[in-house]
């Protein structure tokens, strides 16, 4: 059994950050890619970040420069460090960890960009 826990989403000021983890457990012989996605209100989840298991890299074009990915592959942890957000960035966050030969989704955390 696998089990994938996310923490760090809240409510922030336009212009603030937050950061995500999503921490990964349970019967786990490897770890492919990590990555984390979005869905915004009456939106369809969407990629935000992913990161494979080799360090390569992608962000959505709206992300980059902003918000960096990263991963701890002896905590079984990816985050997603997002800084200088805007109020088109809350949403539900979800990451999606590649386990086995199976995809894990996150429970999802809210996150509020508001004044």
């Known amino acids: 059994q696998v089990q994938l826990v996310e923490s760090g989403g809240g409510l922030v000021q336009p212009g603030g950050s937050l950061r995500l983890s999503c921490a990964a457990s349970?019967?786990?012989?490897?770890?492919?890619?990590m990555g984390w996605y979005r869905q915004a209100p009456g939106k369809q989840r969407e990629p935000v970040a992913r990161?494979?298991?080799?360090?390569?890299?992608n962000y959505a074009d709206s992300v980059k420069g902003r918000f960096t990915i990263s991963r701890d592959n002896a905590k079984n942890t990816v985050y997603l460090q997002m800084n200088s957000l805007k109020p088109e960035n809350t949403a539900v966050y979800y990451c999606?960890?590649?386990?086995?030969?199976?995809?894990?989704w996150g429970q999802g955390t809210q996150d509020t960009v508001s004044s």
């Open positions: 999606r960890v590649g386990i086995d030969t199976t995809h894990y």
């Open positions: 349970g019967s786990i012989s490897s770890i492919n890619a």
């Open positions: 990161i494979t298991s080799g360090g390569t890299i």
